[in-house]
C-alpha cells in the first residue's frame, strides 16, 4: 500500500484535519474489546456521507482494506483492523435529524450514542427498546451492524426489529437506501435486514430511520433468590406460561453473585445459585397484576426469597449489580472474555452447567450471567495472560463452550456477533451450502474484499 500517496489523495480530497497516519492515532485505532489487535495504515474522521462516499471510491480503486469503526466496543474483533489500510472513524456523524412524534420515527447519523438517542426519544414520551450494556458508549451504527440485543430483548426484541431504513455506502462508493419511514414494505428483497447485521462487510451506513415506542406508564422491579438453576428455569418458563412477557429476565449464577457483591454492595446472597431479575412494564394496572403473579410463580417454585423494589431508586440498587457485571470480573482477573452463546429456552440451566464443568475442567473461573428469557448466556472466562497454562486454554473453553451450545441446539452467537473470534466456529453450525451462499452476497457487494475483510467467514 503507497500509504503516504493515498493519505495525500484522501486528504485533498476530504480536508486535511480528517485524515492521519500518526502513529499515536493509528495505535489508537488497532483494538476492540476484543484480544486481538493491529494498527491501520490511515484513520478517516468521516464527518459527512460525501467523506464516507470519497474514502470509498479511493480505497476501492486502489484495492486498500477498510473497517467502519463506532465506539469500537465491539466483543469479537469485528472493528480491528487485521489488513492494515484504512478505518474510517464514524463516531463524528453524531446528529439526530428527525424525532417525528406522529409518525413514533426517529432519523440519525451512525454516530449518535445509543443512551443519548434513549435519553431525546424520552424527553417526547418515547421509547427505543434496544439496551446493550454498552449503550453508554456504542454507537446506533454499531448496534445495527451487530443486531445488538440486551435485556429488553425478552420482551421487545432485538435492533432488527426497530430498523426501518438505512442509507449505506457500498464497498464501491456508491450510496444506496434501503426501507424507509413505513411500517410494511414487501416491495423486493428486504435489503435492509440483510444489511443489519452484517458486521460492517456489506456496506457503511451513513443515516438510520429507527421504530420508536410510546414510554411505558410503569414498571416494577423484583428479585427471585433460588437455591438451584433448574428451579430458576422452571419458574421462569411458567412466567412466560402464564402469559406475563417482562421487560426484563435476567439470571445471575452463584459465582457471578459473589464477585459483584465483592465488588460492590449491592445485597446480593453469595450462597444461591441462582438469582432472577425481573422488571415489568406496562399500565399501572397491568403491571400491578402482572407482579402479584410473577411473585405467586416464583413462590411455587420454590424461591428463597422475593425482593420487591417499592421505589425507583430501590429498583436501580436491584440493577446496579447486573449492570456492574463486567466491572465486577475484570477487577478479579486482568483478561475478562465475554462470550455469547444462545440455546432454547428450556436448555439454559444444562448449558450452564455444562459451562460450569468445563470450568472446573480447566481450573479457570467462568462467571455466567445473561437473558434467561431468551436463552442467552454470557459466560465470561476470567484469565490473566501472564499464566501460561490459563492463556493456553482459553481457545479450548472457548470451543467447548460453543460446541455444548450447538449440541444443544443453540447457536455461537446471540448478539455480539462473529468478527474475528468466532468464524473458525461457523462451519459448525452452517452448512457448507448455506456458507457459499453468504459469501457469493458479499461478493455481489464487495466485488473487491475490501470492505471489513477477514471477518465472519
Not at 489488513?83 to 424525532?99: A, F, W
Not at 453508554?136 to 430498523?163: L, S
Not at 414487501?186 to 435486514?193: F, I, K, R
Not at 445473561?370 to 492463556?391: K, S
Amino acid at each position: 500500500m503507497k500509504t503516504e500517496q493515498v493519505a495525500r489523495e484522501l486528504a485533498n480530497s476530504i480536508g486535511r484535519n480528517k485524515v492521519t497516519t500518526a502513529l499515536e492515532d493509528l495505535v489508537c485505532y488497532s483494538y476492540d474489546v476484543s484480544i486481538y489487535n493491529h494498527k491501520p495504515d490511515i484513520v478517516v474522521r468521516a464527518e459527512t456521507k460525501e467523506d464516507v462516499i470519497n474514502v470509498m471510491k479511493i480505497a476501492n480503486r486502489e484495492r486498500i482494506p477498510v473497517v467502519p469503526r463506532g465506539a469500537a466496543t465491539n466483543n469479537c474483533g469485528a472493528t480491528v483492523p487485521i489488513n492494515g489500510g484504512i478505518v474510517i472513524d464514524l463516531v463524528s456523524m453524531n446528529k439526530i435529524r428527525e424525532i417525528d412524534t406522529e409518525n413514533l420515527i426517529a432519523v440519525c447519523e451512525p454516530g449518535v450514542i445509543l443512551s443519548d438517542l434513549k435519553a431525546e426519544v424520552a424527553k417526547v414520551g418515547l421509547f427505543y427498546p434496544p439496551d446493550p450494556q454498552g449503550m453508554d458508549m456504542c454507537t446506533i451504527g454499531g448496534t445495527i451492524a451487530t443486531d445488538a440485543g440486551g435485556p429488553q430483548a425478552v420482551k421487545y426484541g432485538v435492533t432488527r426489529n426497530y430498523v426501518l431504513g438505512l442509507e449505506t455506502v457500498l464497498p464501491t462508493g456508491e450510496l444506496i437506501k434501503t426501507g424507509g419511514k413505513t411500517m410494511k414494505d414487501v416491495s423486493g428483497y428486504n435489503l435492509t435486514q440483510l444489511l443489519i447485521g452484517s458486521e460492517g462487510t456489506l456496506g457503511v451506513f451513513t443515516e438510520v430511520t429507527l421504530r420508536l415506542l410510546p414510554m411505558p406508564e410503569a414498571k416494577r422491579t423484583m428479585m427471585c433468590v433460588f437455591n438451584n438453576l433448574k428451579d430458576a428455569s422452571v419458574a421462569v418458563t411458567r412466567i412466560l406460561n402464564n402469559k406475563v412477557i417482562p421487560s426484563m429476565l435476567e439470571l445471575l449464577d452463584k459465582t457471578s453473585a459473589q464477585l459483584i457483591q465483592k465488588y460492590m454492595d449491592v445485597g446480593y446472597p453469595t450462597d444461591a445459585e441462582a438469582i432472577v431479575l425481573i422488571e415489568v412494564d406496562g399500565s399501572k394496572s397491568e403491571v400491578d397484576s402482572q407482579i402479584i403473579k410473577v411473585k405467586e410463580i416464583c413462590c411455587s417454585c420454590g424461591a428463597r426469597e422475593i425482593r420487591l423494589a417499592n421505589t425507583p431508586e430501590e429498583a436501580e440498587a436491584i440493577w446496579a449489580g447486573r449492570k456492574s457485571g463486567f466491572a465486577a470480573l475484570a477487577a478479579y482477573k486482568p483478561v475478562v472474555l465475554p462470550e455469547d452463546c444462545t440455546v432454547p429456552r428450556n436448555k439454559l440451566p444444562e448449558m450452564m452447567d455444562k459451562i460450569q464443568d468445563i470450568a472446573k475442567k480447566y481450573g479457570v473461573l467462568i462467571p455466567t450471567f445473561g437473558h434467561v428469557g431468551d436463552g442467552n448466556a454470557h459466560p465470561h472466562i476470567c484469565y490473566d495472560p501472564r499464566n501460561p497454562d490459563e492463556t493456553e486454554s482459553v481457545k479450548k473453553i472457548e470451543d467447548e463452550i460453543y460446541m455444548a451450545a450447538l449440541a444443544l441446539g443453540g447457536t455461537v452467537s446471540g448478539e455480539h456477533g462473529i468478527g474475528i473470534t468466532k468464524k473458525r466456529l461457523m462451519p459448525l453450525q452452517h452448512k457448507e451450502s448455506n456458507l457459499r451462499l453468504m459469501a457469493g452476497i458479499k461478493k455481489v457487494f464487495d466485488p473487491n474484499n475490501i470492505l471489513n475483510p477477514g471477518k465472519a467467514f
